[in-house]
């Protein structure tokens, strides 16, 4: 099993749906433009806790479908879904659609999902989406700014996607702290390779705050001692060191 099989079995239960051909059409290209994204993750960080195999299934295939929705919001918002003709109109539908068949998914007898995780997660979640209202009107940014975001739309994200994951395992309560590490060190990490504005538009005082607050996030992951975790750290790692704020 690996992050290919959660993805084909992620088509498989889109086509269970028996939906319109144009539905199912528009689903499965953001399901295209999403993936690999987080399946591989998914399917170590799943392996390590121990999680049997239909349950890491139905839990990884899930949370897929949560990424794709914000996936799909983002490049929406960014003007970057391309893969639609009528983004606008097309998009929405397929976003909605992914959402409640994600929440469908988890809530399945074979995901084992308690209702609290369910909860948090969700909560966390939508604590995730608010501050995508600040980066959409900034004008300008600064560290304070971009920490705010940052950990939002991809340390709580993370956390949100492993308190499911990790339910009722051993790795449970690891399940917030490392989520929060992840996501800010990808995040600062992913800003600095693309360079992207968020953070080159910074003062250099900003910029060596926010590259050490993303050092400190990829040691606290690496502190861990998780194989799941080595992988995005050989990514992350060698671009926080060698980076001139």
Partial sequence: MSGGALYQEALRVLRRLELPEESEHDVLAALEAAQPGPLPLFYEAGAEAGLERPVLTARGVGLFFIFCAGNLADDL???????????????????????????????EPRA???PNAME????????AAGPQALEVRAQAWSAPLFRRVAEGIAGRQWAAYL????????????????GLSLGVAAHVAEDIRSKDPRFTSMPPSDRLTVVTWGRQAAEALRGQDLRCLDAALRRIEPILPEVEP
Avoid: H, K
């Avoid at 539908?93 to 988890?106: E, K």
């Avoid at 308190?163 to 490392?178: C, H, I, K, P, Y």
């Fill in 77 to 107: 918002i960014d003007g970057d879904c391309t893969y639609y003709d009528a983004p606008l109109r097309m998009g929405p539908c397929a976003q909605f659609l992914l959402q409640n068949l994600a929440w469908a998914t988890l809530a």
């Fill in 120 to 127: 948090e997660s969700a909560r966390l979640l939508a604590q």
């Fill in 112 to 114: 084992r999902v308690l």
């Fill in 163 to 178: 308190r499911v994951l990790w339910a009722g395992t051993w790795l449970e309560e690891r399940a917030v702290s490392v």
